[in-house]
């Protein structure tokens, strides 16, 4: 290997030291370390955080103007409903900044498990918390329905917001490999 192929050839993480399993090894966190994306979008990130709950709040106030017959009774419901939604949109996005440090790097399954989990695990919470504030006459299979459907929701509309990040970023960021060669060059 002569010294211009130094330069061109690719980079390869370390082999595990002789002895050493797979989870002692190092786990590549980087993709120049031959990770793959991370899939979690940065809610640490003010922009991420804003394209992520003026929507969600929009959305929640057009489908509580639907939903009513005045103006009165779609703020109720809207409030009603921010008090459910901003609570998991908060804590997600807060914690999906904390857990994509951790995840990063790890298989797409865990990262999607850690992206719909969490902010299902905390509508999960925000239900049976409001339903001993808000709606204490449900019982049995209403209350069933009723914390389910918060929990299906809380992981589409998780599962929509990751894609939507996820497509945007793929589509403004140049490709791997162009990246890398512009590196090198």
Request: contains cysteine; hydrophobic residues 50%; charged residues 15%.
């Amino acid at each position: 290997m002569g010294p211009s192929d130094a330069k061109t050839a690719e980079y390869k993480p370390p082999a595990p030291a002789a002895g050493a399993t797979a989870a002692s090894t190092p786990r590549a966190r980087r993709q120049s370390e031959g990770a793959q994306a991370p899939l979690i979008p940065d809610t640490c990130n003010l922009g991420i955080v804003l394209r992520t709950l003026v929507p969600l709040n929009l959305l929640a106030m057009l489908a509580a103007i639907a939903a009513t017959t005045g103006p009165y009774d779609a703020a109720t419901r809207f409030l009603s409903m921010a008090a459910h939604l901003e609570p998991v949109a908060l804590g997600s996005l807060v914690g999906l900044c904390l857990a994509r440090k951790v995840v990063n790097g790890m298989r797409h399954a865990v990262q999607w498990t850690v992206a719909l989990g969490l902010p299902a695990a905390l509508s999960l919470v925000a239900s049976l918390v409001l339903h001993r504030l808000n709606e204490p006459g449900l019982a049995g299979s209403e209350l069933v329905w009723w914390t389910v459907a918060r929990v299906a929701v809380a992981a589409v509309v998780a599962w929509l917001f990751v894609e939507y990040f996820r497509l945007r970023a793929r589509a403004f960021s140049p490709s791997f490999s162009e990246a890398r060669l512009q590196a090198l060059q």
